[in-house]
């Protein structure tokens, strides 16, 4: 499945990039696994062409440092930049070759950040604005989808061409708010107030004023619409599985190739072990992950798991045994495993 393989690959991509200095190791150990997951043979220079030749105006020999082949024409150019590398300051030179082939795509990338470009606003001419911007260390679920459409087997102009714009206006929009609620402009912050908000003059000393109770105000909005949202999600799961309610034994020993164990899940194993530091030697507590869950254990042995725990995007849940059952317990976040300190504190007793 394209999905787990990305995140896998997303995974390794943050275990490498620290030890990766170079453009060429960026392009081996980054750029070209990831268009091998996407299908395509980067060992096959009638696909994947290396150094591909584009020339521009009277410059001969300019070259593009990938292009794909599809149907025997070029359709996606890659310029490739080191992953210690900014992008920004790197897309004139892919907007130079671009109108000198017949490819309909250009993705500027340093291993990490994917920019992709097409001809939106003027044809044969690359948009200065990339309609789709996807980064491996924050990859979304929407990402996964875009990227499916540039599948090998799946790949289809006009299907990519149809929602290019809509994908490039919602980036824009979002970025622009992500801007205006970090930090309100005088003209944002002009409009909410006078959305039937304040009734007096728009001084500057009034939009200073206000500015700080904009952003706070959007902040508590967005965090109590999260807040509902999981309180809903977390609802229906409680109707399927009572708190508190009993669960089967899991499998004592899962295949674990190709999990990727989160930051959350590691911010859950160190509140476990904080619980438990003076109930046992730390060192003693280890963690197993797997693809179905998480899992605390005393001395490495998964015939002694203290918890399992379970961080999905919209239900979370931890599941610790007493003395004849395993219990399931809802939690809203990694910090509500203190409210069970009590219960992991007597489980690993009976443990030891």
Partial sequence: MLEEKLKSFAGRVDALKGNIFTEEATKTSLIMPFFSILGYDVFNPLEFVPEFTADVGIKKGEKVDYAIFLNNEPTILIEAKSVNEKLEKHDSQLFRYFGTTKAKFAILTNGVIYKFYTDLEEPNKMDSSPFLTISLEDLRDSDVAELKKFEKNAFDINNIINTASDLKYCGLIKQFLKAEFACPSDDFTKLILSADIYDGRFTQNILERFKPI???????????????????????????????????????????????????????YYIIKSILCKTTDLDRIAYKDTASYFGVLLDGKVTKWICRIFLKEKVKYVIIPNDTENVKYTIESIEDLYKFSDKLKARILKLL
């Fill in 214 to 268: 904009v952003k706070k105000s959007i902040s508590q909005y967005i965090n109590e619409l999260v807040n509902d949202k999981i309180k809903n999600a977390l609802n229906i799961e409680e109707e399927k599985t009572p708190e508190g309610e009993v669960v089967e034994e899991l499998p004592e020993c899962e295949e674990t190739n190709g999990v990727v164990t989160t930051e959350e899940e590691m911010q859950a």
